[in-house]
């Protein structure tokens, strides 16, 4: 099983960049599954219905999120309907609509979001401990988006599930890492995936709106950046007969 995860989609530039790039990747690598988080679909922060639509029709399959997958109102029937490939953090309030999870292909897709810089939400470790307790039905491999701020936190995390799940690849921080590996018990792992958007940004946004709040310390509405775009995505090889990952490989491919 070939899986292409792709790292925070921002904004309308991220979705051209995968609209260009997602279906000559799969057709270039015989990619069985194409996971992307939808964070900041919708101007650079949440997830829009109208968002959604476009980012699927791109090729994507299953779409994961974070913290701001609730900022739009209008994702809350996409999140509760159990047949769209949407999912929210595992880990947030068992109150909040959505699901954690995601069964598509054989391939059990699950979101968690990090609590160290974040917020108050349940343990990440004890929530994939209880679902990897009660795997769903047809559940071949897992794979793992962790939406995290810590470093360390991501690289615990990918330590404590080695040998029980397929990956563990992190999001949120839009900086892709270096440390792309398979762990001694068979699990792909890499802190953060890094992002879908403009090249010439500051985490995606306008570098000079970034720049003036760090000079000046006052509050500004911040703007996707423009120009040329590029994707960030982590391609893993499962192999079928244990769940366990063979294989991990970056992809960076950048367009006008």
């Known amino acids: 099983m070939k899986v292409l995860a792709i790292g925070d989609v921002i904004g309308r530039p991220g979705r051209r960049a995968l609209a260009r790039l997602v279906p000559r990747l799969r057709e270039e690598h015989g990619l069985d599954i194409v996971i992307a988080n939808g964070e900041n679909l ?13 980012l699927r029709a791109t090729g994507v399959d299953v779409v994961t999120s974070g913290n701001h997958v609730l900022r739009h109102k209008d994702v809350i029937p996409y999140l509760e309907d159990i047949e769209c490939p949407i999912v929210r953090p595992l880990n947030y309030p068992p109150a909040a609509p959505g699901k954690g999870w995601c069964l598509f292909g054989g391939l059990l897709v699950v979101n968690l979001i990090g609590r160290v810089f974040m917020s108050s939400y349940d343990c990440p470790f004890r929530a994939m401990d209880a679902l990897l307790e009660q795997l769903p039905n047809g559940a071949r491999a897992v794979f793992v988006d962790f939406h995290a701020e810590a470093t360390s936190e991501k690289i615990a995390l990918g330590r404590y599930l080695d040998g029980r799940v397929a990956a563990v690849v992190g999001t949120h ?9 398979i762990l001694p018990g068979g699990t792909a792992y890499v802190t953060d995936v890094g992002m879908a958007g403009p090249v010439e940004s500051v985490i995606g ?12 310390m006052i509050p500004e509405r911040l703007e996707v950046a423009k120009g040329r775009v590029g994707v960030d995505a982590m391609l893993v090889t499962i192999d079928d007969a244990n769940g366990l990952a063979t294989d991990i490989v970056r992809i960076r491919e950048v367009v006008d």
């Open 173 to 181: 921080t839009h900086v892709g890492t270096t440390d792309a590996c």
């Open 42 to 54: 919708a101007g650079g922060i949440g997830i829009t219905a109208a968002g959604l639509e476009e």
């Open 205 to 216: 946004d306008e570098p000079e709106g970034v720049i003036r709040r760090f000079l000046t």
